[in-house]
């Protein structure tokens, strides 16, 4: 007999599993649960957009597609962007369609980081950040933000984490799991410091479409940031096409071409049919999006709002589909708090020390279910509140 840990990677055995996970495990055993966890939209990919991959299915078109994506995809992202950012991407040289965004995430990295190196993760921050970070060799340093200031970076703290070691930092505006939004003001003081210490930026925009008081603002769009971030997103989120597993990396040609390499030899292609969709979302998705928008932003309100009127303090969050109230005043812990309102009240939350040091004492919940739920969901934690207060 074998003994596999003699076999397997250090750094792998290191890792620690997804802290989601285990409450999304623990939830699907029990009936009755009103799942706040899940960090994706509860609308069904639109019809048009279905129907087009079945039209490519029919006819045929099932072989490898170029390593980079169709160009008449990359060529949509292009114009997409162009609108979003007012930057125009080269869709031959420029443009990368990958295996949804968690992909792009790690083929960034992989493509900057020596070993050694250190990248900045600003926290509350989405669970793999870190470990993909660690996966390529580079070390994470996390940055704190704190509830009372709505969970914002701070530039002094930014700079008081940068080295000599420094090669990046990891940006996420919209953010999971805060919903916090960064302006444009907000942005360029981060990007002084950036181009002070010759830093690269992956900014993850993901959530991008979903933005409810202000117009959003692409790090990519502040003065001399263009050549100096990578820009990662996909169609999960804001298009609801979460399984068809879709994004892209928008950077430079030669940052782009570096990542090009990892994309041939580890995946070689996203699915054919998959770019395909793609192609129809960003033809005539708008319309889909904006009512889709509409919907969470109204959950938002009301959410956000019992929240608050339960004694869960929770700012606005300004994007996304999360709300991260704290649950402080219950003297639990978060993983206590998340544990037992599951047990008690059938309601899973996440608890917000998986995302980092600073999530500790807020849980994240997702608004990403119907308002009946919603309302149910606030009803179940006020008992749980209650009992504990």
Same mark, same amino acid.
């Given at each position: 007999?074998?003994? #596999? ?11 620690? #599993?997804?802290?989601?996970? /285990? ?63 007012? $930057? ?5 040289? !420029? ?7 968690? !992909? ?7 493509? $900057? ?33 704190? &509830? ?36 444009? /003001? ?77 994309? !041939? ?39 956000? &709002? ?10 606005? #969050? ?32 996440? #608890? ?29 934690? !006020? ?7």
């Amino acid at each position: 007999m074998i003994e #596999p840990s003699y076999y397997l990677s250090n750094i792998v055995q290191e890792l620690k #599993p997804s802290g989601i996970r /285990k409450f999304f495990d623990l939830a699907a055993g029990m009936e009755g649960v009103i799942s706040l966890g899940v960090g994706e939209p509860d609308f069904v990919t639109p019809w048009n957009v279905r129907e087009a991959c079945i039209l490519s299915l029919e006819q045929g078109y099932t072989s490898y597609t170029a390593n980079a994506g169709l160009i008449e995809l990359r060529k949509e992202i292009s114009h997409y962007l162009k609108n979003l950012t007012n $930057i125009e991407y080269n869709p031959h040289n !420029q443009v990368l369609v990958t295996v949804g965004g968690s !992909q792009a995430l790690d083929i960034s990295l992989r493509a $900057i980081v020596n070993p050694g190196d250190e990248v900045i993760v600003i926290e509350p921050s989405f669970v793999s950040y870190a470990s993909l970070v660690t996966l390529a060799g580079g070390i994470p340093v996390p940055v704190q933000t704190t &509830g009372d200031m709505e969970f914002k970076l701070q530039p002094e703290e930014l700079e008081k984490a940068i080295t000599e070691k420094t090669k990046a930092i990891i940006l996420c505006s919209p953010n999971n799991p805060t919903g916090t939004c960064l302006n444009k /003001k907000e942005l360029e003081m981060i990007a002084e410091i950036i181009e002070k210490y010759d830093l690269l930026v992956i900014s993850d925009e993901i959530y991008a479409e979903l933005t409810y008081d202000e117009a959003y603002t692409s790090f990519v769009s502040i003065k001399g940031m263009e050549e100096r971030t990578i820009l990662v997103s996909g169609f999960s989120k804001g298009f609801a096409m979460t399984g068809w597993r879709l994004g892209y990396i928008a950077a430079n040609p030669e940052f782009l071409n570096a990542m090009l390499k990892i994309h !041939q030899y580890s995946m070689m292609c996203a699915p054919t049919m998959a770019q395909y969709a793609a192609i129809e979302a960003m033809k005539n998705g708008k319309e889909d999006v904006i009512h889709m928008k509409k919907s969470y932003r109204q959950r938002r309100n009301l959410f956000v &709002g019992a929240l608050n009127d339960i004694g869960l303090t929770c700012h606005v #969050p300004g994007g996304a589909f999360y709300a991260f109230p704290s649950i402080q005043k219950t003297n639990l812990t978060s993983e206590e708090f998340a544990e037992q309102l599951l047990m008690e009240e059938k309601v899973a939350v996440v #608890p917000g020390n998986v995302f980092g040091k600073s999530g500790e004492g807020f849980v994240r919940c997702s608004y990403a279910s119907s308002l009946e739920q919603l309302q149910e969901a606030v009803r179940r934690m !006020q008992r749980f509140v209650e009992s504990r207060t």
